[in-house]
């Protein structure tokens, strides 16, 4: 059923509250509550104006998800590969431990208020499935999933297999949410070439005006090559900036 169907037969005290502005939430709220002292409305529409009202309130939980998880994502560190595993043979590799990993973004995390949590359930072949839950605070969340296999190593019996594969999932998981790019001790690149303090503030401050959605963020930066906004290199600096002030003015906005 269409919505301008839904709202015609909901009646005229539903159809005003399915079109309450976002900021109108206090009398979202009282309309609801005058429309259960109203005698005239019926259960029906009452149960009508609750369904409108919970998917007004997924809708702004949804807005607030995206908006911060946006900035959040400008903010993400590179991770140093502090970590070593000895391949026998084939030598040894560096990696990010989970605990760099978590220390690096928790503060972030918490700042725009979000939180991760793991589940994990039995595959159909050995291993596990692990879940990352990312939760804000306004209630919104997403999902991924990963298969982990057991990582069998010297001395790990069954049971420290399936950890040490749970730690991979957990580190990974955590890397492609949050799109974190990690490096090696020596792999500084050309930070010098980066854009200023300065630079990188208004850069931000334009992203923020034009609302972007994270899929947006990440194909501009993609466009740049660079994994979060500081990064971007100086003298891309004066395209990046008319690029994004041209995209505020398309969207009403002055700058």
């Known amino acids: 059923m269409s919505q301008e169907i839904e709202l015609a037969q909901a009646g005229p005290v539903a159809r005003q509250a399915e ?10 709220l009282s309309m609801i509550e005058r429309a259960a002292r109203d005698t005239s409305v019926d259960v029906s529409k009452m149960q009508q104006l609750m369904e409108m009202r ?8 949804e807005a607030e998800f995206n908006r911060d998880f946006a900035a959040a994502m400008l903010e993400m560190p590179r991770v140093v590969k502090r970590g070593k595993k000895d391949m026998g043979g084939k030598g040894v590799i ?3 431990t989970y ?26 072949k050995p291993g596990t499935v692990m879940t990352l839950r990312l939760t804000h605070r306004a209630g919104h969340s997403i999902t991924s999933e990963r298969f ?11 049971t420290q ?10 580190r990974y998981l955590t890397k492609a949410t949050w799109n ?3 490096i090696g001790h020596d792999d500084d690149g050309d930070a010098t070439s980066y854009i200023t303090k300065e630079q990188y503030m208004v850069l931000n401050d334009l992203v923020q005006d034009c609302q972007f959605s994270p899929a947006r963020i990440q194909k501009i930066l993609e466009w740049q090559k660079a994994d979060k906004i500081d990064h971007i290199q100086e003298s891309h600096y004066k395209a990046v900036k008319e690029f994004l002030e041209e995209k505020l003015r398309e969207k009403g906005g002055a700058r």
């Not at 079109?19 to 979202?28: S, Y």
């Not at 982990?148 to 069954?158: F, K, S, V």
């Not at 297999?161 to 957990?170: I, P, Q, V």
Request: glycine share 12%; proline share 8%.
């Open 19 to 28: 079109m309450a502005a976002p900021t109108e939430g206090a009398a979202f």
């Open 54 to 61: 919970e998917r007004w309130e997924a809708r702004q939980a």
């Open 94 to 96: 560096a990696y990010e």
């Open 99 to 124: 605990e760099d990993l978590d220390g690096a973004i928790r503060p972030i995390e918490a700042r725009y208020g979000f939180a991760r949590s793991f589940l994990t359930r039995e595959a159909t």
């Open 148 to 158: 982990c296999p057991p990582d069998p190593g010297p001395g790990r019996n069954e």
């Open 161 to 170: 297999a399936l950890g040490s594969g749970d730690s991979y999932g957990r």
């Open 180 to 182: 974190i790019v990690t």
